[in-house]
């Protein structure tokens, strides 16, 4: 691997500056992205055509030069492979027909071995094919609480208070969905390695509709159960807006613990300074003057000091940033030193 | 007033137990209140029109048995009395035919005298009228950042991305539009206060999309000019999800401070003890079997011991709560002993 950066930076090691990859960064902003995305049927064709996923896996490392590839999916394949299909609806975003209403409704689900996404898998061997060894490729899967609050609520929320609902009325039941949705994703991530990733990321992206105590109960037992049973690799978990969880976070089996912008690393920092942390520059940033860009992301860099760090935003790019604003961003941390 | 309890918790006096109102309990879970809502032609009918407002006002006094009442209204009174329209859209909320794009449109904006929204105030009279003296009628304004959020926005938003675009890129424009709104909820809110308000709750509902260092520049000196110029009730400030900012708010002008279920009671009490807090059970425990919900508010009782307390959710009562769920929420809270 001629740049392994990231990979030294998550095992904690000391590292010459901050890796940088960026939430999204394989997807959503670049033109290139767009003009074959507007060339395809749907959001489906793109992830589950390896050539195709692999091509705009590649484009951030050529156009913006990040230090990581994140492989070109997304978090929903996993309920899909499980059962539970989903339609990408443009400019609503996914939506579950059938959704996970009763026990007999999880009784259904299948628990992958994880061949079912063998499209997956080809997109990461053809992706490091073409990298030829340039940087390393991240995987990921969605934590099992995120993918627990599409199965119940079958579409995005502010407030997944069907999903909440479900943990209080049906506490036993939850814990059988989320066993499913762990096992499948253990499965699921240990064949992403197998193809060759070098890093994964469990995405908890609703973690913040909960609170210490649910999050304790039915989020941090199936994230630990993922660490430790998936770990030949270094790993990386974002729960977005779970304050209330960053004691457990940071005590977890991950390596690395991502921060999203609402949160001060030097409070979280404190917490447990051996962990490595990620993130955290408000995507919102990027809106602003060039001026601004390279202020806030040398103070985002200085908020990280005294400990590993992953630089990245704090949530994914917003799909109307310019994308020279995040070029930006990225070079303005490769021109730092630690 | 033959029961005061929530005002004499609010100025921080010892009282016998902790009163309790919800969050939304003036429309949305009521029979009563759907009935009368099924036979009008839309949500703002029932703002627009005193009798009917004052009607759905008093409905949980006489069903509920809450220590308060809420003056049916919306916070987007506001954008609409300054020159922004809002329609409410069955299953999809509030939309803004027009909104802030730039600098002339700020400008276009009425600094309200107050005048221009006498339902309000006719309502409150009403409303007032009809309780004899039973509870007191709590008013309510949003945030400046919050109608600022719906200005640029039009509409509701998980990220509010476009808003916080804005007080990155044009901040300048940011603080004339903020001024503007403040002025407008400073006269408003004296109004109310003269109609018969006992007490009002300012609702910062979308804080949580900020940070820290947004939140002081954007939002704290306008909560503060508000509770500092609308100082003859007591007040309470709930700004959800802003876990970065409970420092400035528990140091803040405001009597209470409204905590969402995420937060930890004892914690923030830790910060300045002498200041009461509001809340904060999860609303989603309302689905629970009666036991559950009777252990979970007695427990949330004790989570707030050692300094002042009004009980309340932790946000909004949901739309599909059973009401009885929440009179024994409201019961449990009634019959605890101080």
């Known amino acids: 691997m001629q740049n392994d950066l990231i990979i030294r930076a998550a095992r904690g090691e000391k590292t010459e500056r901050s890796p940088v990859w960026v939430m999204r960064q394989a997807g959503r902003i670049l033109p290139e992205y767009r003009e074959l995305r507007a060339s395809l049927s749907g959001f489906k064709e793109l992830v589950e055509t390896p050539d195709l996923a692999a091509e705009v896996t590649v484009q951030p490392v050529d156009i913006l030069g990040v230090d990581a590839a994140i492989i070109f999916s997304d978090i929903l394949v996993i309920p899909d492979a499980m059962g539970l299909p989903y339609e990408m609806i443009k400019g609503k975003g996914p939506h579950f027909p059938e959704v996970v209403k009763r026990k007999s409704d999880i009784e259904k689900l299948n628990v992958i071995n994880g061949e079912e996404l063998t499209y997956v898998y080809d997109a990461i061997r053809e992706t490091v094919k073409r990298l030829n060894g340039r940087v390393p490729v991240i995987g990921f899967a969605g934590a099992p609480f995120t993918i627990l609050c599409y199965m119940i609520e079958g579409q995005g929320s502010k407030t997944f208070s069907n999903a909440r609902k479900w943990l209080h009325a049906n506490p036993k039941e939850s814990h059988m969905l989320l066993e499913k949705i762990t096992t499948s994703t253990i499965n699921y991530l240990k064949l992403q390695i197998e193809a060759g990733v070098s890093l994964y990321q469990v995405f908890d992206s609703w973690a913040g509709v909960l609170s210490e105590e649910l999050y304790r109960e039915f989020c941090m037992p199936y994230l630990n159960r993922i660490a430790q049973e998936v770990n030949s690799v270094p790993n990386i978990v974002f729960a ?6 960053m004691e457990d976070l940071m005590s977890s089996s991950y390596n690395a613990v991502g921060l999203d912008w609402t949160m ?22 990027l809106y602003a003057s060039d001026d601004v860009v390279v202020q806030k992301t040398n103070e985002m860099l200085r908020s990280f000091a005294g400990g590993g760090h992953i ?3 704090g ?20 021109s730092s030193k630690n």
């Open 264 to 285: 001060d690393p030097k409070f979280i920092r404190a917490i447990n300074p051996s962990k490595v942390l990620q993130g955290n520059l408000d995507p919102t940033l």
């Open 240 to 245: 977005k807006g779970a304050h209330f969880a």
């Open 311 to 313: 630089a990245n935003l």
């Open 315 to 334: 949530h994914g790019v917003y799909p109307d940033t310019d994308w020279r604003k995040v070029k930006l961003f990225i070079d303005t941390i490769k």
